[in-house]
């Protein structure tokens, strides 16, 4: 079966029709062709935005989402109750990636602090208030938070360290709730930069995207 993976669309209340119609035209293409989707998560930006204004604003290309589609949940929809953390087909292992960031780039904090911390965010409306009351109740981690509610949380050597993680086959030594044996192939989004080596692929932000084939081949692909 081929699948079409695709991660990071982000989408809020000001995303572009430009964006959006490239999004539904992705979808169409998609049910045409009869392939599995699997998106990896921060399909929606809920961070500092009001998330029921988020869906509205989108209503048309969400109504258009592949009917045959497995749903990550990425630290920025992790609210997302119809997402799965984690998701496994054959070898190929599927994770959204801010596990792999908060294992290597945030050593100073433990996922679960991380999640907890993401979900505030999620819930903070679109008010700089709200943002103000999240920042008083983690104030112990007043830091680390500036660090990931930061536009540039993490650097291009972020990244590089979690790809490196992933080429030399490290990724067995992390935190990360996620069973990798020798031969499986980890595909994480997240960082959004296409990557790909011997044991794992990014897609990328949309509308960079990935295809796995019949025989598991992964290609990197742009809408
Ligand atoms: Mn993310």
Request: charged share 20%; with cysteine; hydrophobic share 35%.
């Amino acid at each position: 079966m081929t699948y079409f993976v695709y991660s990071d669309v982000h989408l809020t209340h000001s995303t572009s029709d430009k964006n959006l119609n490239s999004l539904i035209s992705f979808y169409n293409y998609i049910k045409e062709e009869g392939v599995t989707a699997i998106n990896l998560g921060d399909y929606f930006d809920y961070w500092r935005c009001n998330n029921f204004d988020v869906l509205s604003h989108c209503s048309e290309a969400l109504a258009m989402r592949p009917i045959h589609e497995i749903l990550l949940t990425g630290n920025h929809d992790i609210i997302n109750t119809s997402g799965v953390p984690t998701w496994a087909k054959g070898k190929f292992r599927f994770i959204h990636g801010h596990e792999l960031d908060v294992a290597i780039n945030m050593e100073y904090m433990t996922l679960e602090n991380y999640i907890a911390i993401a979900n505030k965010l999620c819930m903070s409306g679109n008010t700089i208030g709200s943002l103000a009351s999240v920042l008083w109740s983690f104030r112990t981690y007043a830091g680390l938070i500036y660090k990931i509610t930061h536009e540039k949380s993490w650097d291009e050597n972020d990244i590089q360290r979690i790809e490196d993680c992933i080429n030399l086959h490290l990724t067995n030594y992390l935190p990360t709730d996620i069973d990798m044996s020798d031969r499986s192939y980890l595909i994480f989004g997240h960082t959004h930069r296409q990557f790909k080596c011997e044991c794992g692929a990014n897609p990328g932000a949309f509308p960079d995207y990935l295809t796995i084939d019949d025989n598991d081949q992964v290609k990197l692909e742009r809408w």
